[in-house]
């Protein structure tokens, strides 16, 4: 196997986001011994491999969460990785959209409240903020819903939600790690189907971390991660089995 | 797919000619490969002479298109027999990956990099599928459906087979 290569200088090369050499440790336990990983803009692609071979650090050392012991982090054009707390925080708040396993919604708020939370917080009105959350409510089959407190929301419908949050600052990068992780084979599929779909229509780069193969498929290639390397095959296009 | 049982199948429905059967057959189960119509009349030929089905006399117009089948009841009793009778369950111990992992090793070949060759293949199919699906029809849904489920238990072999090249090389260094 081969590590993904990356030109010297991967912010200027058209990547929306790379990880140059990234190493990154939890006390005495290495999680990244030197990740290279590039990503287009408009590309949507999976993060796969065993649990515990360091994609959920590689996704936030990526999305400016953990800051590498070590390598560089780019995002269109910049040096994320050199960047203050206040900076990258904010960067989270405007660039990229989150999506987790397990929602994360705030359960006592309604769903269009949820929705209209990172516009809130990005000091929108509250009116722009509301017209926004609803515009999204049909977008992903939630019609009727954004009044419903999102603890009595199904599985899947929770999961749209947090995917409506996720998109409605429009961000450039969506990360979504384990998505569908919670929810039975026919919602998480309808999940997928939404993400890529928007994902699409609003040309947001997406950087999936799955370890189900299906899941997987939506993505337009996967990169492997193995005991903190991101690698990919030699080969394409072997024979069937 | 069991050709002549399905036809069989077919016909239970109703007394039909064989364009009407093949048809169907396309519509239904011939996904990327319709069924010739030269099959479909050696096959009614066939069920006819073991009197599983009846050929009605040739309607005006002539040819073989002209005739109407109908299944008898010894077909519909072979038909039913298919129905309830589960498809034995193939343990394929002997798939021709483990071949290639087992003959990697043993020849000092890098079997890592030969699972992970095939496990990007299995994720282009799947690829492939999962967009089928998502621009398909139902019936399209479901025959990749079986094919996705198919591919990743055998992702799921290569993932864990990887895991254990290493006790799998030194069981063939020992043998």
């Not at chain 2, 459906?145 to 254990?164: C, M, N, P, Q, V």
Request: neutral net charge; contains cysteine.
């Amino acid at each position: 196997m081969n590590a993904v290569s990356l030109p010297a200088e991967p912010g200027t090369r058209g990547y929306l986001i790379a990880a140059q050499d990234v190493v990154k440790s939890f006390g005495q336990t290495p999680a990244l011994r030197g990740a290279n990983v590039s990503v287009c803009p408009g590309e949507i692609v999976a993060v796969m491999g065993p649990s515990g071979s360091g994609k959920s650090t590689l996704l936030h050392c990526l999305a400016g969460i953990f800051k590498p012991d070590q390598g560089e982090v780019w995002f269109d054009g910049q040096r994320l990785d050199e960047l203050g707390e206040t900076k990258r925080t904010q960067l989270r708040r405007t660039a990229f959209g989150f999506v987790f396993q397990f929602g994360q919604l705030v359960p006592e708020l309604g769903a269009a409240d949820n929705i209209a939370l990172p516009l809130l917080l990005n000091r929108a009105s509250r009116k722009a903020a509301y017209k926004q959350a609803a515009s999204w409510l049909p977008r992903l089959g939630l019609d009727g819903l954004g009044a419903r407190r999102t603890g009595e929301l199904s599985g899947g419908e929770a999961q749209r939600v947090a995917l409506a949050r996720a998109l409605v600052t429009r961000p450039k990068l969506l990360f979504a790690d384990e998505p569908t992780g919670s929810l039975d084979s026919l919602t998480g599929e309808k999940v997928m189907d939404l993400l890529v779909d928007t994902a699409r229509e609003e040309g947001t780069t997406v950087v999936l971390v799955t370890h189900d193969a299906r899941v997987a498929a939506y993505a337009e290639r996967e990169v492997m991660v193995r005991d903190g390397r991101v690698t990919t095959p030699a080969g394409a296009g072997a024979e069937r089995s | 797919m069991t050709v002549p049982l399905t036809l069989l199948g077919l016909l239970e429905r109703e007394p039909s000619h064989g364009y009407e059967l093949k048809r169907d057959y396309d519509a239904y189960f011939g996904r990327g490969k319709q069924l010739p119509f030269g099959q479909v009349y050696a096959t009614l030929a066939r069920l006819a002479r073991d009197g599983l089905v009846t050929a009605g006399d040739a309607e005006p117009g002539g040819g073989p298109d002209r005739k109407r089948y109908a299944i008898t009841d010894a077909g519909k009793g072979n038909v039913e027999a298919w129905l309830t009778e589960p498809v034995e369950p193939e343990p394929h111990l002997q798939t021709i990956l483990f071949a290639k992992v087992v003959l990697a090793l043993m020849l000092g070949r890098s079997a890592e990099a030969y699972l992970d060759t095939q496990r990007s293949a299995h994720l282009q199919r799947m690829r492939e599928l999962t967009e089928l699906k998502r621009t398909g029809s139902l019936v399209d849904t479901l025959l990749a459906d079986h094919a996705l489920f198919h591919l990743e238990a055998d992702l799921r072999w290569i993932d864990t087979t990887s895991g254990r090249l290493k006790a799998l090389a030194e069981l063939v260094d020992n043998s």
